[in-house]
C-alpha cells in the first residue's frame, strides 16, 4: 500500500484526446520534455468517443488541466466548445491544440507550424510550382502554410476529385486529376494521403511505380514508417526527401512551447522518436 510520501501529484497535467489512442507518440514526446527540462508535469492519455467530448471539455474547465492535444474525431467538433481559435485553426476548421489565454480556452493548430519546420522561410519562398496529394485535414494545413509562405502556384489533386477541386478552389491553387498526377513535375511534391502508412496501406504509394524526373523534391507527411515506399522511390531516383517525422516533431514542440514556453531540443527529440518507431 502507497503511503502518501508515495503518490505523485504533478503541479500541472496535460493529455491527449481522441480514439483510438494506443499508438500516439506524444504521451512519449511530452513526458520526455517534462522529465527533461525538471518540468512539474505529466501527460496522459484520455480515450473519448464523440458522445463524450462535450462533458469531458465541460470537465476540462474545472479541472487542473492545463493543456490538450486533440486527435481524430473531435478536432472539428471541439470548435463551438471553445472559448475562441487563432487564425490557423480557423482556416483549416480544426483544433489539435488547446490551451488557456488570459483565463480562456484557446484553440490552436500547430500542424501548419509543423509542415513548415523542415525548411527556412527563404527555402518556402523559393518553390514556385509545389504539388499537394490528398484534401483532408493534412492537405488543409499544407495549404494554408503554403500561403502563409507565398507560394502562388500550388496544385491540388486527390482521389476524390470533387472533394479535392472544391479544396483547390477555397485557396485559389490549381487542380490535377488523381490520375495525371505523376505528369506534374516541379518544386516539391507533397503526400498528405496515408498511403505508405504502417498498417493496411503500408505497401502502397501515392505515386505509382513511375518515373518521379521532374519533381526536385517529396515531402511525405507520413511519418511511420520512416521510410515510406514514396521516400524509398525517392531515394532510389535521387530525389532529395523530407520525413513526415519532421512535421510531427514540428507541430509537437510548438505545442510544447505554447504550454510552457520552452522549446524541446530537436537533435534528441528527433533521436527519441525515431528509436520508438525503429523498436515497434
Known amino acids: 500500500m502507497l503511503s502518501g510520501q508515495d503518490v505523485f501529484i504533478p503541479r500541472e497535467l496535460y493529455g491527449i484526446i481522441g480514439l483510438p489512442l494506443d499508438h500516439s507518440l506524444s504521451p512519449l514526446v511530452h513526458n520526455w520534455g517534462f522529465q527533461s527540462l525538471g518540468l512539474d508535469a505529466v501527460y496522459v492519455r484520455w480515450p473519448l468517443d464523440p458522445s463524450q467530448l462535450v462533458d469531458f471539455m465541460l470537465a476540462a474547465r474545472t479541472l487542473p488541466i492545463a493543456g490538450l ?8 467538433a471541439i470548435l463551438p466548445l471553445l472559448d475562441g481559435c487563432t487564425d490557423h485553426a480557423m482556416r483549416i476548421g480544426a483544433v489539435n491544440t488547446v490551451s488557456w489565454q488570459k483565463g480562456l480556452l484557446w484553440g490552436e493548430n500547430t500542424d501548419v507550424h509543423g509542415f513548415l519546420s523542415p525548411l527556412t522561410p527563404k527555402q518556402w519562398r523559393s ?11 493534412a492537405a488543409r494545413a499544407a495549404l494554408v502554410g503554403l500561403s502563409d ?4 502556384n500550388v496544385t491540388v489533386s486527390g482521389r476524390n476529385q470533387e472533394h479535392s477541386a472544391a479544396l483547390a478552389d477555397e485557396f ?26 504502417a498498417g493496411a496501406f503500408e505497401a502502397l504509394s501515392p505515386w505509382p ?12 507527411l507520413v511519418y511511420n514508417p520512416l521510410e515510406t515506399k514514396l521516400i524509398l522511390q525517392g531515394k532510389a531516383q535521387g530525389v532529395p526527401t523530407i520525413s513526415g517525422l519532421e512535421m510531427f516533431l514540428g507541430q509537437a514542440r510548438a505545442q510544447f512551447f ?7 531540443p530537436l537533435a534528441k527529440l528527433r533521436e527519441v522518436v525515431s528509436g520508438r518507431l525503429a523498436s515497434a
Open 258 to 264: 505554447l504550454w510552457t514556453k520552452r522549446s524541446l
Open 127 to 137: 518553390m514556385n510550382n509545389v504539388l499537394v496529394l490528398g484534401n483532408g485535414g
Open 149 to 152: 509562405m507565398d507560394v502562388c
Open 69 to 76: 492535444s486533440v486527435t481524430i474525431p473531435h478536432k472539428r
Open 172 to 197: 485559389g491553387a490549381g487542380h490535377l486529376t488523381w490520375e495525371k498526377r505523376t505528369d506534374w513535375h516541379g518544386d516539391l511534391l507533397v503526400n498528405t494521403t496515408p498511403l505508405g502508412m
Open 209 to 220: 511505380d513511375a518515373s518521379l524526373a521532374g519533381v526536385k523534391q517529396i515531402y511525405d
